[in-house]
């Protein structure tokens, strides 16, 4: 069973930057995808970026395309999400999960699993 912890939210104004991290336990991440999704009040949860099992490829929301990066350190079982250039829509509640090592299946919500718990995003204008 993999655990996961996301840590790195905050607040932010608009145009500033932030890095999320997901730091993964109880086995190593470098066998699954891995995806960052994210959750705005009254709104349904929603793909952000998925990076596939080798880190060799990556797959991003539209909205987001551009801004922000993510990436995977193997040695430190870690996960990230690099986000410039915010903007009050990326306000939300952002999660990290595992999902299928590669392919189209990383950009579905119900393909991945081992949620962690969250790390709050807020960006003012």
């Known amino acids: 069973q993999v655990q996961l912890v996301e840590s790195g939210g905050g607040l932010v104004q608009a145009g500033g930057s932030l890095r999320l991290s997901c730091a993964g336990s109880g086995r190593t991440l470098s066998n699954y995808g891995m995806g960052w999704f994210r959750q705005a009040p009254g709104k349904e949860r929603e793909f952000v970026a998925a990076i596939s099992y080798y880190g060799g490829s990556t797959d991003y929301a539209d909205s987001v395309k551009g801004r922000f990066t993510i990436s995977r350190d193997i040695a430190k079982n870690t996960v990230y999400l690099q986000m410039n250039s915010l903007n009050p829509e990326d306000t939300a509640v952002y999660y990290c999960?595992?999902?299928?090592?590669?392919?189209?299946?990383?950009?579905?919500?119900?393909?991945?699993?081992?949620w962690g718990q969250g790390t709050q995003v807020t960006v003012s204008s």
């Open positions: 999960a595992v999902g299928p090592q590669y392919g189209g299946a990383l950009r579905i919500l119900a393909a991945f699993g081992s």
